[in-house]
């Protein structure tokens, strides 16, 4: 065949003696262009190696850029021979395969399986928990047997993982290393720049790159697969914002994305911990479906709730309970801020006898010490405050008072008497007289959601290292079958005022990268800063240009360009707020399409 034909829908090509016929392209990258083809009725995917067009250049480096794409084309071509070679000698089921190549009007190509999609593709649809896990040990059993080979992939990202059924395959090995290979010069800059570990970034470093940059691609994936956003900057959304319970993945995560790559963990040691948390997880929630399925069986709740209903809420509470279990583990009550209390309000919750006797007795303490450090402040004066007597019959009644709430309420605790009849008389009466406000209080957390039941418990830690919570926090199953299907409970994990503070940084991230500004944060306000006058004055352009027809909208963006001070081509504007940011820059950086 004549060298550089253009190749057509419906041409037909011999590939080891298997007619193909081109149906369309599918997909182009550095090296190659895909079709997707057919042979016997069954689609494949074609890939021809094929370097991209470059700009036509000038004149005078004419002869020397035309060596230099040479020598590139050269280098690209032994790089697609390498990954021809290597997929035809390793099978592999979570590597792709190729079933045959040849050349193409002089060019190299190869026949793969066609695949549904790309992992990034898939990754914006959503990918449940379950799932999350069965992917990354995909890729991370793909990476393994790489890596055993001593062959470095440098170039993993999403779109280069493809989609089979329930497996993934990880293809596109065109840039990768493969040992004893002399392709690579230490001035090749190399992979995906979005995924590329912080020492792929730096010239004169590509012949030191190790299997650590696999890893670090790996890590900015496994947040993904579980959050549904690239981690991006400092201020990411972590795994454990989607799935509190899944904190030990945004561990695993920050090692993987360490800047120094000798502290980054190996293949094996990712594959050994994703598979213990995995197994902790389902032994975990089988722990607690267990439970709750006793539970539910016990209540009369059996008999006007169908398996349906019942299933559904179990499989809800099992979240819910390891989101109180995690939290009430790793969180501080000024942590709790950040979430939204009525999370999941369509299931209502109570505490267990135990939990709450220990609740009540945590109150209780509470109420007794601060009677008691408020009389011991006077001591300081020389005053005294006279405990409570026991061979005083009025002081002995206010104790056994005190003595009968707590057997009532199952609690036994000297160092809560103690506090008590430490405590003078009339301050032991006015924590008798709270009593039933104490009791209350309880009773509030009979039917509630599982955060807020979280944020009223969390200190018990403090006095109790021996909670569980797992068999502790109940489902309260006669008003959770009553108003599950009635109740929209559609409401974040976050308060919104802390989904707002993270998208006004990803807003304020790309204004920055686009105008050359420096945002500071001085309490509520952000100071905006331009280095220079020519980024101020391309905003500003852009900026009344858009709002031109909308009135309102031009009267705030006037506003937003207002110029505080200005100091030898150093702009500086009037202080933006929370609005000014998420509404007024949010809608000229293209955040939002209404206002």
């Not at 799932?131 to 055993?148: D, P, R, S, V």
């Not at 989101?323 to 309000?345: D, M, P, R, V």
Request: with cysteine; net charge neutral.
């Amino acid at each position: 065949m004549e060298r550089n034909t253009k190749i057509k829908k419906g041409d037909s090509y011999n590939i080891c003696g298997n007619e193909y016929k081109i149906l369309k392209v599918i997909g182009e990258g550095g090296n190659g262009r895909i079709y997707e083809v057919e042979n016997n009725q069954t689609k494949y995917a074609l890939k021809i190696f094929k370097e991209k067009n470059k700009e036509k250049n000038k004149e005078k480096n004419k002869e020397k850029n035309k060596e230099k794409n040479k020598e590139n084309k050269n280098k690209k071509k032994e790089r697609f021979k390498k990954e021809i070679n290597f997929c035809e000698k390793n099978k592999h089921k979570n590597i792709v395969q190729i079933y045959a190549s040849d050349e193409i009007n002089g060019e190299l190509c190869y026949v793969m399986p066609l695949y549904e999609m790309n992992f990034a593709e898939l990754i914006k649809k959503g990918i449940s928990l379950e799932k999350g896990f069965n992917y990354i040990f995909n890729i991370c059993n793909a990476l393994e047997f790489l890596h055993n080979k001593n062959v470095i992939h440098r170039d993993l990202k999403p779109e280069n993982i493809l989609v089979t059924g329930k497996e993934l395959v990880l293809a596109d090995l065109g840039i990768a290393h493969f040992e004893n290979s002399n392709i690579t010069t230490k001035q090749d800059l190399l992979a995906n720049r979005g995924y590329s570990a912080p020492e792929q970034k730096i010239k004169g470093l590509s012949k030191e790159i190790t299997t650590a940059v696999d890893i670090f691609s790996l890590g900015l994936i496994i947040n993904e697969i579980f959050t549904g956003k690239k981690p991006e900057g400092s201020n990411f959304t972590l795994v454990s914002d989607v799935y509190p319970w899944l904190i030990d993945i945004d561990e695993l995560v920050e090692r993987c994305m360490r800047q120094n790559p000798n502290e980054r963990p190996t293949i094996s040691d990712i594959l050994f911990e994703i598979k213990y948390i995995n197994k902790k997880l389902k032994s975990e929630s089988n722990e607690i479906k267990e439970y709750l399925e006793d539970d539910f069986d016990k209540l009369s709740s059996s008999k006007i709730c169908n398996n349906k209903i019942k299933n559904k809420i179990i499989k809800q509470a099992v979240s819910d309970i390891l989101i109180a279990k995690y939290f009430l583990k790793y969180k501080t009550e000024e942590e709790l801020k950040k979430y939204n209390y009525n999370y999941n309000y369509n299931i209502h919750y109570k505490l267990n006898l135990k939990l709450r006797s220990e609740y009540t007795k945590y109150l209780l303490k509470e109420m007794c010490r601060k009677k008691f450090l408020y009389e011991s402040n006077v001591y300081k004066n020389g005053e005294i405050y006279e405990p409570l007597n026991f061979n005083n019959n009025e002081d002995r009644i206010i104790y056994e008072k005190f003595q009968s709430f707590l057997h009532k309420n199952f609690i036994v605790d000297g160092e809560l008497l103690k506090l008590f009849s430490s405590c003078c008389n009339y301050h032991c009466q006015e924590i008798l007289e709270n009593l039933d406000r104490i009791k209350t209080h309880v009773e509030e957390l009979d039917d509630a959601p599982i955060l807020y039941i979280v944020k009223h418990i969390i200190n018990i830690e403090d006095i109790n290292s021996d909670l569980q919570y797992d068999d502790e926090i109940l489902v309260n199953w006669e008003k959770s079958v009553i108003f599950y299907d009635m109740i929209d409970s559609n409401m974040g994990l976050l308060n919104q005022p802390y989904q707002e503070y993270k998208e006004m940084d990803n807003i304020l991230k790309k204004f920055n990268e686009k105008y050359n500004s420096i945002v500071t944060k001085k309490g509520d306000s952000f100071v905006i800063r331009f280095e220079n006058k020519k980024s101020y004055i391309a905003f500003k352009k852009y900026a009344l240009e858009l709002s031109k027809p909308y009135y309102i909208f031009e009267g705030d963006v006037l506003e937003l360009i207002r110029i505080e001070k200005e100091y030898e081509g150093i702009i500086e504007l009037k202080p933006w707020n929370s609005f000014d940011i998420g509404n007024v820059l949010a809608k000229i950086m293209g955040f939002r399409d209404d206002y």
